[in-house]
């Protein structure tokens, strides 16, 4: 079955990128959507990631990383005519919701850009002390107002919310075009969410549509991760359909022609 990985870092350690696509062979990921979050994440930035899909273009899709009242939105034209096919973003300094970043949304709908939102309380390796960073800018329901004005926009809720897991699984449920991931550390809030069970929020018959597969990890950790998710679609009963249509066909839905 073909895996791609909708949610990667490219993480500012040496040789990461080579140890990424090594462990890519091992786990028989076919593809991974790898993004750069700078420094604040201690990761490489969107020129470390042009130049990862130029070496490695039948593995690496390029996502690029944008920050909300900071970056230009003339990146996008930049991004696209790279060969970038989506957008991941995170701490933005107003809401996602904000007017202000409408013309930015406008632009992804324009190019196709699927948009992964970092959703939850966010853990940075280094805390900005000049920037205001808040977890409320980034409540599932933030997306709301977007998917409704731009509705050739597809929006991608990563982590399914941390811990507005109810609000994020209702969102996909109610918009056509918000889908969700759910990565995580191995032992964070995904212990939580087999606790108490994943079909808690994902109720209804065709969760599976609106779900993609990704890792958001080290390296080092994508094992467990698989396993763990292999774990939970058993658990949810996907049949083969559904199971490939969470690995790789909804994110190359998304992704539009590749
Ligand atoms: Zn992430």
Same mark, same amino acid.
């Given at each position: 079955?073909?895996?791609?990985?909708?949610?990667?870092?490219?993480?500012?350690?040496?040789?990461?990128?080579?140890? /990424?696509? *090594?462990?890519?062979?091992?786990?028989?990921?076919?593809? =991974?959507?790898?993004? @750069?979050?700078?420094?604040?994440?201690? =990761?490489?930035?969107? *020129?470390?990631?042009?130049?990862?899909?130029?070496?490695?273009?039948? +593995?690496?899709?390029?996502?690029?990383?944008?920050?909300?009242? %900071?970056?230009?939105? !003339?990146?996008?034209?930049?991004?696209?005519?790279? @060969?970038?096919?989506?957008?991941? &973003?995170?701490?933005?300094?107003?809401?996602?919701?904000?007017?202000?970043?409408?013309?930015?949304?406008?632009?992804?709908?324009?190019? %196709?850009?699927?948009?992964?939102?970092?959703? @939850?309380?966010? &853990?940075?390796?280094?805390?900005?002390?000049?920037?205001?960073?808040?977890?409320?800018?980034?409540?599932?329901?933030?997306? !709301?107002?977007?998917?409704?004005?731009?509705?050739?926009?597809?929006?991608?809720?990563?982590?399914? @919310?941390?811990?507005?897991?109810?609000?994020?699984?209702? /969102? #996909?449920?109610?918009?056509?075009?918000?889908?969700?991931?759910?990565?995580?550390?191995?032992?964070?809030?995904?212990? +939580?969410?087999?606790?108490?069970?994943?079909?808690?929020?994902?109720?209804?018959?065709?969760?599976?549509?609106?779900?993609?597969?990704?890792?958001?990890?080290?390296? &080092?950790?994508?094992?467990?991760?698989?396993?763990?998710?292999?774990? +939970?679609?058993?658990?949810?009963?996907?049949?083969?359909?559904?199971?490939?249509?969470?690995?790789?066909?909804? #994110?190359?839905?998304?992704?539009?022609?590749?």
């Amino acid at each position: 079955m073909q895996i791609i990985d909708a949610h990667a870092h490219y993480l500012n350690l040496p040789n990461y990128l080579e140890n /990424l696509i *090594e462990m890519m062979d091992q786990c028989h990921i076919d593809m =991974c959507c790898l993004s @750069g979050l700078g420094k604040i994440f201690n =990761c490489k930035d969107n *020129e470390d990631v042009k130049d990862a899909m130029k070496k490695y273009p039948n +593995r690496i899709i390029g996502s690029y990383y944008i920050r909300l009242g %900071q970056s230009k939105i !003339e990146e996008l034209e930049d991004a696209y005519s790279h @060969g970038f096919r989506m957008l991941k &973003t995170s701490i933005p300094f107003k809401p996602y919701d904000h007017p202000n970043f409408f013309p930015m949304w406008q632009k992804a709908a324009d190019y %196709q850009f699927p948009v992964l939102f970092h959703t @939850g309380i966010v &853990t940075m390796f280094q805390k900005p002390q000049d920037k205001y960073i808040s977890s409320w800018f980034m409540h599932p329901m933030r997306l !709301e107002p977007i998917a409704n004005k731009f509705n050739k926009l597809n929006l991608i809720i990563a982590h399914l @919310g941390v811990h507005w897991n109810k609000d994020a699984a209702e /969102l #996909i449920r109610m918009r056509p075009n918000v889908y969700a991931d759910i990565t995580g550390e191995p032992d964070g809030w995904r212990i +939580r969410a087999d606790k108490i069970g994943l079909d808690k929020w994902l109720w209804w018959d065709k969760a599976y549509e609106k779900l993609v597969f990704g890792t958001d990890v080290h390296y &080092t950790k994508i094992p467990i991760i698989l396993k763990q998710d292999k774990e +939970r679609i058993n658990q949810l009963q996907f049949t083969n359909s559904e199971k490939s249509l969470f690995y790789s066909k909804n #994110i190359l839905k998304l992704l539009g022609d590749m």
